[in-house]
């Protein structure tokens, strides 16, 4: 599938900002994160529409970039969850 230049500079904002989003994403308490996923899936599919990809691949690329987004938010909670245990256990040797 081709894309024109316009798409692959949408792609390539939508990939960028990933870090960013999770980020965001992670500090929401986890019972209202699938909402906030959702929102974020709704909005990465309206971007791909309005830049004129096709529903089919439109969807594809929202699915690959969702699967990115949720991985790096598991991985933000990790790093954190990592580090509020060092925390105990050096506040706990205090």
């Known amino acids: 599938m081709a ?3 316009e798409q692959e500079e949408a792609l390539e904002a939508i990939v960028a ?3 960013h989003i999770a980020l965001v994403i992670a500090v929401i308490p986890i019972d ?3 909402k906030a996923l959702d929102a ?3 909005s990465y599919l309206r971007t791909m529409r309005n830049f004129g990809f096709e529903e089919t691949a439109g969807r594809t690329w929202t699915s690959a970039v969702m ?3 949720r991985w790096q938010v598991e991985e933000r909670d990790f790093a954190n969850q990592k580090m ?3 925390l105990v256990q050096e ?3 205090a």
């Open 40 to 42: 974020a899936e709704r």
């Open 67 to 69: 699967r990115r987004l």
């Open 3 to 5: 894309l024109s230049s």
């Open 32 to 34: 209202e994160r699938a």
């Open 91 to 93: 506040l706990l040797r």
């Open 17 to 19: 900002g990933i870090p």
């Open 84 to 86: 509020l245990r060092s």
